[in-house]
């Protein structure tokens, strides 16, 4: 199975949550995977806070042990759609953003 790890997943990382690690390790045989939005909201965050110990963290520990997953326009459009379907359908409509990645994880 391929899982794309959002920027919730990686912020509990470099806050050595023991839980998150846990979930981590069970899934070491799947492949785990980062892309571009996400190291874009992890950089942005990291240096809105000028926290130069956890980028450090991030691209020395954490980033090595992922797979990169590239994006191509071809998700983006997908994405679009998909958020326009589930908007639509969706009884709780209190998600804001959806990652060309969700896709990903889902058709590969």
């Known amino acids: 199975m391929i ?7 990686i912020s509990a990382l470099l806050k050595n949550n023991q839980t998150v690690f846990n979930a981590v390790e069970r899934h070491k045989d799947d492949t ?4 571009p939005p996400v190291h874009f909201e992890v950089r ?3 240096l809105w806070k000028n926290a130069q110990v956890q980028w450090n963290a991030y691209t020395q520990d954490i980033v090595p042990c992922f797979t990169w997953i590239p994006l191509l326009e071809a998700d983006w459009e997908q994405a679009a759609v998909l958020w326009v379907s589930l908007r639509d359908t969706a009884k ?3 998600f804001g953003s959806l990652l060309p990645g969700n896709i990903l994880n889902s058709s590969l």
């Open 3 to 9: 899982y794309l790890l959002d920027t919730t997943i």
């Open 32 to 35: 785990l995977s980062l892309c």
């Open 44 to 46: 942005r965050g990291l």
């Open 92 to 94: 709780n409509r209190t």
